[in-house]
């Protein structure tokens, strides 16, 4: 079983940055690509940004490219993901999810097979 933790998230005001954490542990997680997506109030959970397990492709919904960047560090057993969120925007408040998967370039949340609990960005005008 793979256990995600995301961290970081919070309140910020428009033009400002955050960068979230998702922490995978548990069984082996070789060979995983892992993501970010992001859910607001009454409206459909949307690809965010994705990363292979090597940290050398990288993927980007349009909304979010050249805002925000996603990176990861792989250790002996420990898999962290990054993404740093900068110019925020108000368009930017939802839950964000970190999620593993083995399809690379995908954008769809059923491509993935773990995820985390989400963490609160909100971002004020």
């Known amino acids: 079983q793979v256990e995600l933790v995301e961290s970081g998230g919070g309140s910020v005001q428009a033009g400002g940055s955050l960068t979230l954490s998702c922490a995978a542990s548990g069984r082996t997680f070789l060979g995983y690509v892992m993501g970010w997506f992001r859910q607001a109030p009454g409206k459909e959970r949307e690809f965010v940004a994705g990363i292979s397990w090597s940290g050398g492709t990288t993927w980007y919904a349009d909304s979010v490219k050249g805002r925000f960047i996603i990176s990861r560090e792989n250790g002996n057993g420990d898999h962290t993901a990054f993404l740093r969120m900068d110019s925020l925007e108000p368009e930017d408040t939802a839950s964000y999810y970190c999620?593993?998967?083995?399809?690379?370039?995908?954008?769809?949340?059923?491509?993935?097979?773990?995820w985390g609990q989400g963490t609160q960005v909100t971002v004020s005008s």
């Open positions: 999620a593993g998967g083995l399809r690379g370039w995908s954008t769809e949340a059923d491509d993935y097979d773990y």
